[in-house]
């Protein structure tokens, strides 16, 4: 399975941005995925999680009501949809995949994920 993240950039403060993440090699209705970030000289944290239907989300509290994580099994891609940005929202932004059997779990912990993207760089200017 592989993951391509796109749609970073440079956005101003209070901007928008679209990320997409590109599954390939195997059917996304399979895997929870999730959104995660890195900033520079930090660990790689949390940001949103979808259920393997699309039915329940969850997200960091220092995103939640600015971003918003969908998915698309038919197309095989999955989305966060990033409103009213901040500069502490500058970081590279990952997806990963969780291979699972439930469609209720939602997966917060990176160490848990069995696939990742390389990422793509956000970076939001005051």
């Known amino acids: 399975v592989q993951l391509q993240a796109s749609g970073g950039g440079l956005v101003q403060a209070g901007g928008s941005l679209r990320l997409s993440c590109a599954i390939s090699?195997?059917?996304?209705?399979?895997?929870?995925m999730g959104w995660f970030r890195q900033g520079p000289g930090k660990e790689r944290t949390f940001v949103a999680t979808i259920t393997r239907g699309g039915g329940n989300t969850h997200y960091s509290d220092s995103v939640k009501g600015r971003f918003t994580i969908a998915r698309d099994n038919a197309k095989n891609m999955v989305y966060l949809q990033m409103n009213s940005m901040i500069p502490e929202d500058t970081a590279v932004y990952l997806c990963a995949a969780k291979t699972l059997s439930s469609n209720t779990l939602l997966i917060t912990a990176p160490h848990q994920y069995d696939y990742w993207g390389q990422g793509t760089l956000v970076t939001v200017s005051s």
């Open positions: 090699g195997g059917t996304l209705s399979r895997y929870a």
